[in-house]
């Protein structure tokens, strides 16, 4: 999936038909590129000058969601990419990350959290854009994944 000469991860797989798609992440310049990969195929979704990560992919249909984080000044931002391009996460301007996507019929779920400065983490769920916090920062809280019945 990479040339060999950069360290890279891959985070998460999804196969649809006889489509192998990954996501995750290679080292390159001066940061990580989120990148995701179809039958071996690689996109960039971040440039090589931010640090950026695709931590969930899933497809449905003829697009490609993904979600993940990009370093953008100097915090991280949740992103949710589809079809390589980013859709916007509403959130605060401080460290923000998704961390999982699933899609049911027309409905996109991420997970993720934000890690505020003055709290403990807030695990977060974003439904169609629209934000909500699943813990108040009283205690940590992440949400890593996300799957609907």
Avoid: H, Q
């Avoid at 798609?21 to 179809?38: D, L, N, S």
């Avoid at 991420?110 to 934000?131: H, R, Y």
């Avoid at 699943?134 to 809280?141: A, Q, S």
């Amino acid at each position: 999936m990479t040339d060999g000469t950069k360290n890279a991860s891959v985070l998460s797989v999804f196969v649809s038909g006889t489509d192998v798609y990954a996501c995750g992440y290679e080292v390159g310049g001066t940061g990580t590129i989120a990148k995701f990969w179809k039958n071996g195929i690689v996109t960039n979704l971040t440039s090589n000058t931010t640090d950026g990560v695709a931590k969930s992919i899933f497809v449905s249909g003829t697009d490609v969601y993904i979600a993940g984080y990009e370093k953008v000044g100097s915090y991280y931002v949740a992103r949710l990419w589809k079809n390589g391009v980013v859709v916007p996460l509403p959130g605060p301007s401080y460290n923000c990350r998704a961390s999982s996507v699933y899609v049911s019929g027309t409905d996109v779920y991420v997970a993720g959290f934000e890690s505020p400065p003055t709290t403990n983490a807030i695990a977060k769920l974003w439904k169609n854009g629209v934000v909500t916090n699943l813990t108040n920062g009283t205690v940590v809280g992440l949400a890593e994944s996300v799957f609907v019945k």
